[in-house]
């Protein structure tokens, strides 16, 4: 297999955090067995686990308590070349179309009517922040700082120069809050990558 070869391993699988993947098997062999099986054939090599942020969720989710058995999964080899890595909330080319981001972009340059809960507040990293700061060793991978859907609106408003068409809603996610941020703070840019991220859109 491609694992003879190479020295670092990148385990991106997972399963559960879209809300249209409800399987719970699934979620528990993508985020706990099939790991499992990739550490088996990675003695020697470095694996960072991509795990998730939301295992610090006060509401807990299948997702969030499978990624949390996954992390404890990693540490149970007892193989310091093992590392799990918590990203918060990612964004940038290439991200699903039904993210926030993309969704606020795709409706700012369509003028569509976009259903939006202004409220939540995530701690928004690019994904090329993230890969830089997992390859200088951090674990705990966001900027330390919140912004509500809202400002992140505001945000990609004033970049686009359009105002965003929405209907105010409540509550579409239970376990949103207003403190998901990490405990670290890392130098980033959000103004910066959303113009990037809006620009290559």
Not at 46 to 65: D, F, G, M, R, W
Not at 88 to 94: A, D, H, I, S, V
């Amino acid at each position: 297999s491609g694992l003879v070869k190479c020295t670092v391993v990148i385990n991106c699988q997972a399963y559960g955090n879209h809300y249209d993947q409800k399987n719970i098997t699934e979620t528990i062999k993508a985020n706990c067995s099939d790991l499992s099986k990739l550490l088996l054939q990675c003695s020697g090599k470095k694996v960072y686990n991509i795990s998730s942020s939301s295992v610090h969720l006060k509401v807990q989710t299948p997702y969030s308590l499978t990624k949390q058995l996954g992390e404890m999964i990693v540490k149970s080899f007892n193989n310091p070349n093992f590392v799990n890595v918590r990203p918060y909330t990612l964004f940038g080319e290439g991200d699903a179309e039904t993210h926030l981001i993309p969704t606020i972009i795709r409706h700012l340059k369509s003028g569509e009517l976009m259903k939006l809960d202004p409220t939540p507040k995530h701690d928004f990293i690019h994904v090329e922040d993230f890969i830089n700061y997992m390859f200088k060793g951090e674990t705990e991978i966001g900027s330390g700082i919140s912004w509500s859907n809202l400002e992140i609106v505001e945000m990609l408003e004033k970049i686009s120069n359009k105002k965003l068409n929405f209907e105010k809603v409540t509550n579409l996610r239970p376990y949103d809050n207003l403190d998901w941020k990490s405990p670290k703070e890392l130098k980033t840019n959000i103004y910066r990558r959303l113009k990037q991220t809006y620009d290559k859109g």
